[in-house]
């Protein structure tokens, strides 16, 4: 299983971007989906999580500004993310848990993407 991030890069505050990330492989589904973040010096987070193509978790530091969607469809989990705060500056990294056949799961990193958020 490879994954794809795309959709990064320089944005003034307040402003949107959109991430994505598709996984290609030998996969039956993926649940959950999700992204995370790690900018410099600090610890890896969850950014957000999208469980069943349904429920939603998000950190309390991008709730109502971010919105996590999945499509088990094209194996593509997206990020929006709105009214951007230089403090979203960040590597962000979708984990994808992949489900094989006869109930095998691995879950698999992207590549990262780089978000700017400054003026």
């Known amino acids: 299983v490879q994954l794809q991030a795309s959709g990064g890069g320089l944005v003034q505050p307040g402003g949107s971007l959109r991430l994505s990330c598709v996984a290609s492989?030998?996969?039956?589904?993926?649940?959950?989906m999700n992204w995370y973040r790690q900018a410099p010096g600090k610890q890896r987070e969850l950014v957000a999580a999208?469980?069943?193509?349904?429920?939603?978790n998000y950190a309390d530091s991008v709730k109502g500004r971010f919105t996590i969607s999945g499509d088990n469809a094209k194996n593509t989990v997206y990020l929006q993310m709105n009214s951007l705060k230089p403090e979203d500056t960040a590597v962000y990294y979708c984990?994808?848990?992949?489900?094989?056949?006869?109930?095998?799961?691995?879950?698999?990193w992207g590549p990262g993407t780089l978000v700017t958020v400054s003026s």
């Open positions: 492989g030998n996969i039956l589904r993926i649940n959950p």
């Open positions: 999208i469980t069943s193509g349904v429920h939603t």
């Open positions: 984990y994808m848990v992949v489900w094989y056949g006869l109930g095998s799961v691995q879950g698999f």
